[in-house]
Structures are given as C-alpha cells and as structure tokens.
C-alpha cells in the first residue's frame, strides 16, 4: 500500500509537470546586462561537491530567464526527496516480461499526455550490438581500432563507485566488418568480468552490461555533462557576456540559448544531489558519479557536434559497412551549416581576397566571444581570434547550433524508445542475476517521460530576431530548408533509429 501511494504520488506529479509545461515564448535580448562571473559547481549548489566544471551562480541567472514558478516547483520536488522520497527499499524486481514491466509503470496516466516507446529493431531478439552500433544513439561509440576493427571502448565506467550488490560498469566491445551485408558484427566484449565471445556462457550478461554501460555514459556524461553543463551554459554565458543584444551574431545564437542558465540550475539540483535521478537510477553512488562528472570535464571537446568533422575523426565513413545514422545527422547539420553561411555572409561580406575574413578579424565582439569560449571549454572551440575566418566561423556557429536541437535530442528525448526495454538494456546489472526493483524502473520512466515535455520546436518562426530584412529572409529560407529536409525524410521508410526536423527543439531549455 506503501508504494502503490509513493508510486501514484510521483506518477502524478510528473504528469503535472508535463502538462503544464508550455513552449518557451523567447524574447528579443535585453538591452542592459550583467556580466557572468561562472564559478564551480559546488560553489553553486553546496550539496554537488565537484569543482572543476563552472556554472552560472544562482545570484546571477539573467532577469529575463528566471521564472520563480519553475524555481519554486523544483525546489518542492527536490524537498519532496527527503519528505517523500520516489524510492523504497525492499521491492521487488520488475516483471521478466518487459511489456508488461513497461505497461505496469508507464500508465495510463502517463498515456494520455505521451505515447509509449517503440521497441527498436534491434532489440527485438537479443540485442544486435553491430547493429546497434550504426543505428541509434549508440552509434556515437563506434571508432576504428588500429588494427582495423571497430570498438566501443567505455572501460574507464570501471573506474568509479557503484551500489552494492551491481556488476561494475565498462566494457569494451569490438566489432568486425561483415562485407556480405556491409555491416558490423561484435565478436568480443570486455568487462572486469574478463572476455567473452559469443556462445560463451558470460555472451548475454556481457552484452547487458555493455548496454547499461553506453546508456549510462549517453545519459550523464554525453548528454547532461557535454550538452547542459558544459556546452550550452557555456556558450550561453560568453554569448550574454561578450555579444552585445543588437550584434548579428547575438541575434542568431539567441533562440538556441536562452533559457539554459535557469534551466540548468533548477534541473541540476533534481538530478545531481543525493537522492537525486542519477545516484538512485544509475549505477554509481553518489561519489562516483561526482568523480565522473569530474573526470569526464576533461574529455569534452567541440568536435562531437560536427557530425562530418566527428565521424571522419573516427574513422566510420567509407569503410565498407553502413551508416544509417551517421548519414541521417550530416542530413540534418547541412542545413544548419548553410545557415550559418547564408547569415554570416550579411554582416561579413566578400569585398575582394578574404575581405570576410578580415572584417571578422576587426570585429572585437566577435574576437571577445572566441577568446571566453576557448577559456571556458576544456579544450577550447577549435577557432581561436588568432586563426578565425569566415569558414570556421561559420562551421562553428553550425557547431552551436546542432549542440541544441540534434545532439540534445539524440542523447536526451530520443533514448525514450531505447532506455526503457529493461529486458534488453537494463540500466543496472546486479550480481545475482535480479532485474532492477520496481522503484528503480520506476524512476526511470518517469524521468524519461520528462524529458519528452513540450518545447519551442527549432522549425518555429523566429525571424522577428532579425536585425533586417537579408537576416529575416536567411533565417526564413532556414525554415523552408529544414520542411523540404523533412518532406524528403518523410518519403522514406520510416525508422525508430532515424531523427526528423519537426521532432527537434530550438534549445535545451526545462
């Protein structure tokens, strides 16, 4: 009786929240601003002891983003942790049916905002690694080896502190290319539990935990590190610091970051703290995941939000097997990079050999902003005020914004078809065998449903930002680009592993 009242209370207090969420109306720039003085984490919220990573302190989140009834509603929720907390000891494990694991906690109280996931092709059976490292999220693991094969290689999870009774987390699983069907096929998988090989007895348990591994990694460090805490605070605070409201370039960025420093705070606090969704979802105890948000700062670089640039990098073009998803996001970062090129072309015209060059060169705003981003990511945006021109310019303002719409959604919504299949990829892997405890699972579809709230859509109208009518016009030609890219993916086959122009959101905002 117990936890059928904790069960509904927090069932329908994320319904709640889901339903009053509306998309964020985002106003032009404020004329006036403060300037942002990032400090470490746990200088902003005492109760997250890491110090390496710097957020916004919560005395400075700008006026025009602060919205005291989201503060107000986290600060309940966060409050209710220790009050009434989501978990309780002693249940039991989820139903061996993942359907009906599926049904039992996604009710029909969730259904009537959001529609159930999808099961994915590939875990309709056991779950095909080489498939899965093409398709889907999970592709972003996939590297070449040196000699030649192909790896996910997410061992040092090994490193870090986890609950009792857990399989540790890392695995390392390699690939080789089946040219016959132009894919890949995993052969091998490490853990600390040693090798395994298929048709090994350890072969499934192998597998679980080589998926809890690459979700793990996805949902904490990829996505709530790399894209919340890191990436997009960051371009937020050097945009608001250094861009003036009514430069070209504030005007572009606007949409795709406001929001975020406020949304950061009050979501941090419902996930990070003890007692928060990572520590009781995932794996690690709460000083482990500390230790790894700390550790994996380090790892971060711009790169991962090119898809061209990334997957060149590891060396997963033209090798003799598909790449379906690797395909579909160059699909959607073309238009997004020729925007970029379009809008910069306005205010940095080609008046002669590199006349656009030298005018950004001679732009101090601009010149301002690279040398604050390159202060604050750990290994800097790859441009600097030294070797700026109008090409790399341009690639990284496509960079910034497939930050927020794809890669945002790839790692955050879209793992909703793929996270909640227990059966297939549990989120803990326990020693004796059991599935996880129905408040774990719990926990985590609530969190994903969550995650799925409404947002500014990115194919919104949003050129009243312009400065003038060529901005307007290239902001416009922007939206039509991305409907014809929808227009031909909907043509297509559709696929639970592909991502479509109409599903992303304009920013990263809660």
Known sequence: MIWFIRKWFWNFLGWVKITLNKPLDIPLPPETRRSIVPVPLGSAIPAIPIKGILVCPPDQIPPDERSRSKTLVYKLQVWLYDAFSPMQAGLPPVDADGERALKNAFTWLHRTRFNPPEMPAEYLGSPDLGSLAVRGPYACYTERCEDGSYQWDLMQLARYAHHEGLHKLGAKVLFRIDPTRRALQAYRIDTTLGCAEPGDAGWERAKKIALASATTHLSLVRHFNGVHLIGGAYLAIATRNQLPPTHPLCRLLWPYMFGTLQSNDIVTRGQMVRGGEFETIFSFTFEGMCQLYEDSRHDY???????????????????????????????LFEPMHAFARNYLQIYYPESGPGGATRAIRNDASVLAWLDELNALLPHGVDVSRADVTF??????????????????????????????????????????????????????????????????????????MALDAPAKAAMEKFTRDLTALQARMEAEPRAVWKMYPKTLKVNINA
């Open 391 to 464: 090409d790399n310019l341009a690639r990284l303002l496509a960079r910034w914004i497939y930050l927020v719409t794809v890669q945002h959604e790839i790692l955050g919504s879209f793992v909703w078809n793929y996270q909640l299949w227990t059966q297939r990829q549990p989120v803990r892997v326990y020693q004796n065998g059991q599935r996880e405890p129905l408040d774990v699972y719990q926990r985590l579809v609530n969190a994903n449903y969550n995650l799925n709230v409404t947002r500014r859509a990115l194919m919104h109208d949003f050129s009243y």
């Open 301 to 331: 670089r711009v790169i991962v939000n090119d898809p061209h640039d990334d997957a060149r990098a590891r060396q997963v073009l033209a090798q003799g097997f598909d790449t379906p998803t690797e395909d579909n996001l160059r699909a």
